[in-house]
């Protein structure tokens, strides 16, 4: 089994900065990428960003490119979602998920954090 864990969240005014993590725990091992996701309410849920398991390609949603940066730290197996420039359509809940393959689905995911910004 897969542990994943959130945290960084909260309420920023826009334009602000907040980092978010996410600690992986369990069987991590060979998985291929790990990810973030986000959920504003009433919506379905959207990809962020995306990082391989050895850091090497990043991906990232049309709407964040620019202003969030998504990067692992191997020896804390953490991944960490920058988020700049914040803007109240940012607010959601947040997630990070890990893919175990590059055919598979995300197949574990964190509880989520909220990010709420104000305008």
């Known amino acids: 089994q897969v542990q994943l864990v959130e945290s960084g969240g909260g309420l920023v005014q826009a334009g602000g900065s907040l980092r978010l993590s996410c600690a992986a725990s369990?069987?991590?091992?060979?998985?291929?990428?790990m990810g973030w996701f986000r959920q504003a309410p009433g919506k379905e849920r959207e990809f962020v960003a995306t990082i391989t398991w050895s850091g090497s390609r990043t991906s990232y949603a049309d709407s964040v490119k620019g202003r969030f940066t998504i990067s692992r730290d191997n020896a804390k197996n953490t991944v960490y979602l920058q988020m700049n420039s914040l803007k109240p359509e940012d607010t959601a809940v947040y997630y990070c998920?890990?893919?175990?393959?590059?055919?598979?689905?995300?197949?574990?995911w964190g509880q989520g954090t909220q990010v709420t910004v104000s305008s």
């Open positions: 998920a890990i893919k175990k393959s590059l055919g598979s689905p995300y197949n574990y």
């Open positions: 369990g069987r991590t091992f060979g998985s291929y990428a």
